[in-house]
């Protein structure tokens, strides 16, 4: 089997209401999904990055994968990281366009095997994958009533998790904000915050200091991704478990914060860690210093079912009698905000239920793309051959 062809379709949708985080605000949604098709007429799907990504799979990988076998997913990865490498370029968009190519890779060995990916990472170690909402973004006029009922609106929808975001307005604004979060969602539901890198170690400490009686189980990207001094900073100064690692690249990227314990949980998301490839290797390390993988998750139904695939096969963190999500067991992060591209682009949606969704089935991702949807949506668009 050889990969014939390649495509790139930038894809794109406005969304009704803009919503905004602690580095910005967004009107629509974007998405980066390749097709790769091979001699034998089995095609694989995959996501990650935007168009300078693009450029990168349709200008420079093409020129030698095309012609190679793309069940020989070590040796395409491979090729394509050492191809960037010397030039220091596996990084960031670098990264996006391995982490595209390989999940598509994947996904055309698991349609040529009749597998799900699960099963070619040697099998789920669970049948479902806890999830928590993410949502509760910044919107206009959201204070309080909006804000109150997104997040009563999980809770009636059976989620056990929910997270905000902090770091857009002040300290005392954002205290005000997530205390009136917990008080309205009760005790018993965990509540995570998310600061999206908008703080330094002095004001996200005087943050979770703040939010110290509120039961916050995670603070996320307090501080720049790559300050490994700033989070152990954070971690000691304020009691709230401190999160983050969803931008990484790779597993170089991710080392420096995991061995210096600069993390309590390690975030690596699917588009942007290499793939399934990748992920598998930093969600390996990870485990062996007993820091817990809660993947990231924000896109389409591609990295959905990645991600999903992925979880149900990490060992818990540590094994216990009955590992529970949020304690031994990953919980993955399930986006509730505005996106026609996660709700349309394939034949169905994944659905949560009681804070779970099912592993995916296959064969490789199991996920249908509609490819006149795709399209609709799609903004830019290259075939290699
Ligand atoms: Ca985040």
Redesign the pocket.
Known sequence: MKIENIETFLIERPIEESFG?GMGWTDRRQALISKITTDDGIFGWGEGGALPSAHIINEYFSTFLIGQDPRNINKQWHTMFHSLHNGYATGGIGGDAISNIDIALWDIAGKASGKSISEMLGGAVRDKVAVYA?GLYYRKDEFPTKLIDEALSYVEAGYKGM?TKVGGLSVPEDVKRVSAIREAIGDDLYLMI?A?KAYNAYTAIDLGNRLADQNIHWF??PVMATDVDAYLQVKAGQPIPV??G?VFRNRFENRDLLINRALDIV?PDVMLAGGITEFRNTAAMANAMGIQVNP?L?GSPVMISATLSLASTFPPCPYSVEPRPYEQEPVV?FDQTPNPIRNELASFIFEQEGGFVDVPQGPGLGVEIDESVLKSFCIHHTTVK
């Open positions: 985080w993410t997270k998310d999206n996320e990207e999160a983050g969803e975030q990231h924000w992060e």
